[in-house]
């Protein structure tokens, strides 16, 4: 079976790079970074010419991109080059709406489509252990489930097609407002006096731990907040979130106020860094560094 993949990036790189040594299939990829794409090209994948090329030739199509609007222009493409029975998956976190307007393009074009945006970031989509959450037919799903054992470690259906951002953008959601907690928390530390690696030794095996905590706690005390996710992208992710919730008419008390948070932060700059770097906007209000 011949594999597309479409960005080749910071996430879609890592999965493309499992595919080509965990499976038997003909990998092409496209990309617009030509470092990104020889990445990939090193381990024996074929260097697509345009989106519409590896569209053409592909039996699976693959995207992994940064925005819904980059989505649906890309499936836009796929739709215009792909034969009808080519199945389209998208790794890319999405909002349900554009995920369905374009399952209903592409159901048009006879092309099936699976929505399974990813969780587990850079580091799980190395070392091939990242969830995946997926939207579209069952029967569809299960045929692919081969492919997906090839970079991923855990496979859920949650239904269909707009389900799998709905469960994406829930469980980022509550990831980044434990970064935020943590954040708060570990500033309460820091200003309280406590020597924070004794509270750290106590959190990590109590009630107050989580992988939030673990991401921020781990940047912070480092002060190292080069990007393993951006601010910028959980800041879309979260907005994302946030609209959904306003068109289901729910309010929010804890999601809105880490937006502002999300916001400040990159009024400051600091939408290339790392989530974690969140925690600054203490740190510069406080005059206080979490170090340790």
Do not use: W
Not at 174 to 180: E, K, R, S, V, Y
Not at 230 to 243: S, V
Not at 248 to 260: K, R
């Amino acid at each position: 079976m011949k594999i597309g993949f479409i960005g080749v990036g910071n996430m879609g790189g890592p999965m493309c790079r499992n595919i080509i040594r965990n499976s038997n299939h003909d990998v092409l990829v496209f990309d617009l970074d030509p470092a990104a794409l020889k990445r990939c090209t090193d381990l024996g994948a074929a260097a697509a010419t345009s989106v519409a090329d590896v569209a053409f030739k592909a039996d699976v199509v693959i995207t992994s991109l940064p925005m819904p609007k980059h989505v649906e222009e890309v499936a836009g493409q796929i739709a215009e080059s792909a034969r009808a029975g080519t199945v389209y998956i998208d790794l890319s976190t999405n909002s349900p709406a554009v995920a369905r307007r374009v399952h209903a393009m592409l159901a048009a074009k006879g092309i099936p489509m699976l929505e399974a945006p990813v969780s587990g970031g850079t580091p799980r989509a190395e070392d091939g252990s990242i969830v995946i959450m997926v939207g579209g037919d069952e029967a569809v799903c299960d045929a692919q489930r081969p492919l997906f054992s090839s970079f991923s470690g855990e496979v859920v259906h949650v239904g269909g097609v707009g389900n799998g951002s709905i469960a994406k953008l829930i469980n980022n959601m509550l990831a980044f407002c434990n970064m935020a907690a943590a954040a708060e928390a570990l500033m309460l530390g820091a200003r309280s006096g406590i020597d924070l690696k004794k509270l750290d030794q106590v959190i990590s095996n109590a009630s107050g731990y989580s992988s939030g905590y673990r991401s921020m706690c781990n940047k912070a005390f480092a002060g190292a907040f080069e990007p393993t996710f951006a601010l910028d992208l959980a800041h879309k992710d979260l907005r994302l979130a946030l609209e959904m919730a306003d068109e289901l008419g729910m309010p929010g008390m804890i999601a809105p106020q880490v937006m502002s948070l999300m916001r400040m932060a990159r009024g400051m700059g600091l939408g290339g860094a790392d989530t974690a770097a969140m925690i600054q906007v203490y740190e510069k209000a406080l005059g206080t560094e979490v170090r340790a």
